[in-house]
């Protein structure tokens, strides 16, 4: 008989794992949204609204052997998945995928995509009707952001504000240097090493005044607070051995199990494998635990497979509209052809629909 596999979470990672191993495996995928959150595309759908129509994704297509179960999953232990309203989804290897969260209108809060439609509508009228705008964090998402305020409404006035005294610290200076460069020339003021003191919200746009510590102060009809993720590890946190790291992910051993349960495995977001919280990282994660999972589904003893390792260097595509951006692909930094040919211009909206089956 097939291993019973219970996958938590319909994101990036738990999706594709889920139609990696539907054909060898008892696949039940357990999500609380009807519908893919695209991510990378919410960020453009700020400015355009009709993106949602691809952006919004409906599972009903994705799995053609597994199953779906749309509910909120209460706890986890070695026998599988208790649902909050009562039922068990018995498993003999149960995988959390549950990402992370983040501010408006960029990912839905649980099981709310028609909040999450109704929050891109009203954010979208607030910004059109807005003539200045601060964006505080200049992670990817803020720095997307402001290059696509600026592409598509370029009357706007944006200021881009960092606590970093650098745009991504974490890669080579160009990245950072060419992005600045190409952010100021389309018109937004780019602050940098400045915390904001004063944020009235971490998870939704208002307008409003910032006091940064360099002692200037911004007022915008409209603040978006970017600052970053945060996993969303509530089913990890009571698991014998579990232990937190960074922006609330849980640790991983090499084979990516977060607590001392043998056959329970945490993938993307949540699991902190020494990877950052990025879809690039997590097309690296989700391949080697289906190859993982497939094996052990055979017989094979988790310590006798290959560990889990880390990227040594990271990848990132930042695009500032569909047409301009860098981005830096392990060893070199890009421009604007490979940027946009690679992410900008299409947002992998094609890839992924076709691989939902829409």
Do not use: C
Not at 19 to 40: C, G, R, W, Y
């Amino acid at each position: 008989m097939k291993k019973r596999i219970a996958i938590v979470g319909g994101g990036f990672a738990g999706a594709e794992l889920a139609k990696s191993l539907e054909e060898k495996a008892d696949v039940t995928l357990i999500e609380q949204n009807t519908h893919f959150v695209h991510t990378p595309a919410m960020v453009r759908a700020t400015v355009d609204p009709s993106l949602l129509d691809r952006a919004l994704i409906p599972y009903e297509k994705l799995l053609k052997k597994g199953r779906i179960v749309h509910g909120r999953a209460q706890s986890v232990d070695a026998t599988g998945v208790t649902m909050d309203d009562g039922e068990q989804i018995e498993a003999d290897y149960t995988v959390i995928a549950t990402g992370s969260a983040y501010a408006a209108p960029f990912k839905a809060k649980d099981g709310e995509i028609d909040g999450l439609r109704a929050a891109n509508a009203q954010i979208n009228r607030k910004l059109r009707n807005a003539k200045t705008i601060a964006i505080v964090g200049a992670g990817a998402v803020g720095t997307e952001l402001a290059g696509e305020i600026k592409h598509a409404m370029p009357d706007k006035k944006v200021t881009l504000i960092s606590a970093d005294k650098t745009l991504f610290p974490g890669f080579p200076d160009k990245l950072g240097n060419q992005l600045g460069s190409k952010l100021r020339a389309a018109g937004v003021d780019v602050i940098l090493g400045a915390m904001a003191e004063n944020l009235k919200s971490l998870t939704e746009p208002y307008a409003g005044s910032l006091t940064l510590d360099n002692g200037q102060h911004v007022d915008a009809d409209l603040i978006f607070p970017v600052v970053g993720s945060r996993a969303r590890p509530e089913l990890l946190e009571s698991l014998p051995g579990a232990k937190k790291s960074s922006s609330n992910r849980i640790k991983v051993d090499q084979w990516m199990r977060p607590s001392d349960l043998p056959n329970v495995f945490a993938v993307g977001d949540v699991a902190d494998n020494g990877d950052p919280m990025t879809v690039v990282a997590i097309n690296r994660q989700e391949p080697w635990l289906s190859k993982t999972l497939l094996a052990l589904a055979k017989g094979a003893k988790v310590e006798n497979q290959r560990p889990y390792t880390a990227a040594n260097k990271s990848m990132i595509l930042i695009p500032l509209g569909p047409n301009i951006g860098n981005s830096f692909l392990a060893v070199a930094t890009v421009g604007n052809f490979l940027t946009r040919l690679f992410k900008g211009k299409d947002l992998f909206l094609t890839k992924y629909n076709n691989s939902f089956g829409r």
